[in-house]
């Protein structure tokens, strides 16, 4: 071999590992970070995004919101400032998962690119992130599947944190929504971490309106019409007050006789009222039934039986 194709061999070899190795590997890089930018500025805008504040209504403004607003805020029954902080929130959130997404899949590319520049034999690599990718499939599918739960219930506002909800064997206020588990504090204080995989069913009791229900025992000597009317202005009182007027979003209604027994007959009466606040409503209205019943001679059942007593040191006995 001459002198010349010794040299031109070598001018080859140190152009290609000096000059065009280092330039794909660059623009490798470069297309990336570019697709890795471009993909990030997409999903801020999906959402994160910020339309002009106008008057409600203008449909000019509602196209120029972010779509994943728009969708989070079609799903979302509350209104006010909060319902747009929880859209907002959970928008975030899912904007934070899918930019996480994006760079790892550009990292994964961008190093298996330069491996292949470098002339190293990626198939077994490609073949062993399979198996692996299968054995944490296996060994993680739980942690998959509550990721993938947590994600559905922040794009379906199924709760957000300040709700009440019931998900099955624990029922409290929720204290933080994430991807992987829920917190919630009972009424006795105490903190439930719920995986969101293991919920199959979510009760809300803070969405769009509440119901007070107060079933209210009389004797089955009362007058039944009476004590209707009797606890339905009662109710009317209640909600006339200024402290609970706020809290009611309806009229009061007197359903009838519920249950019908040996001892006694229930009547009940409903009344909507805002979220969370069906609680403090019935107890108010109970405590105001009584009261009129008592102010109005109803009679409430009691049981029935003797009363012994002693008395100048013989017993006696009274019916």
Do not use: C
């Not at 400032?81 to 899912?94: D, V």
């Not at 990718?133 to 957000?160: H, P, S």
């Amino acid at each position: 071999m001459s002198v010349y194709n010794v040299a031109f061999e070598w001018t080859e070899t140190n152009r290609h590992w000096l000059i065009e190795v280092p330039i794909r590997i660059a623009a490798y890089i470069v297309v990336a970070l570019l697709v890795r930018f471009l993909l990030h500025r997409m999903i801020d805008r999906a959402t994160t995004g910020k339309a002009r504040e106008v008057r409600s209504g203008d449909m000019e403004v509602e196209t120029k919101r972010p779509p994943l607003v728009r969708y989070l805020r079609d799903r979302a029954s509350a209104a006010g400032g909060r319902a747009a902080e929880r859209r907002q929130q959970r928008a975030q959130t899912i904007g934070s998962v899918l930019k996480s997404t994006v760079s790892i899949l550009l990292l994964i590319w961008v190093v298996l690119a330069v491996l292949s520049t470098l002339g190293v034999n990626i198939a077994p690599f490609i073949a062993s992130a399979g198996v692996v990718g299968l054995a944490i499939g296996f060994g993680a599918q739980n942690l998959v599947k509550d990721f993938v739960t947590g994600v559905f219930m922040l794009l379906e506002d199924q709760y957000g944190v300040g709700d009440t909800v019931d998900v099955g064997d624990v029922t409290g206020e929720v204290q933080s929504v994430g991807l992987r588990i829920t917190t919630l504090r009972d009424i006795d204080g105490t903190l439930w971490y719920v995986r969101n995989g293991e919920i199959s069913r979510v009760g809300n009791m803070s969405q769009d309106f509440a119901v007070a229900r107060v079933e209210v025992p009389v004797a089955l000597t009362a007058d039944v019409d009476r004590a209707e009317q009797v606890a339905l202005d009662a109710a009317h009182e209640v909600i006339a007050d200024p402290a609970m007027a706020h809290k009611v979003v309806g009229e009061p209604e007197m359903l009838g006789v519920q249950e019908l027994s040996a001892d006694l007959l229930k009547l009940r009466m409903t009344v909507k009222t805002k979220p969370n606040a069906q609680w403090a409503v019935q107890r108010r209205l109970r405590r105001a039934v009584l009261r009129a019943y008592d102010e109005h001679g109803i009679d409430l059942p009691y049981p029935q039986g003797r009363i012994h007593a002693v008395v100048g040191g013989k017993p006696a006995e009274e019916n």
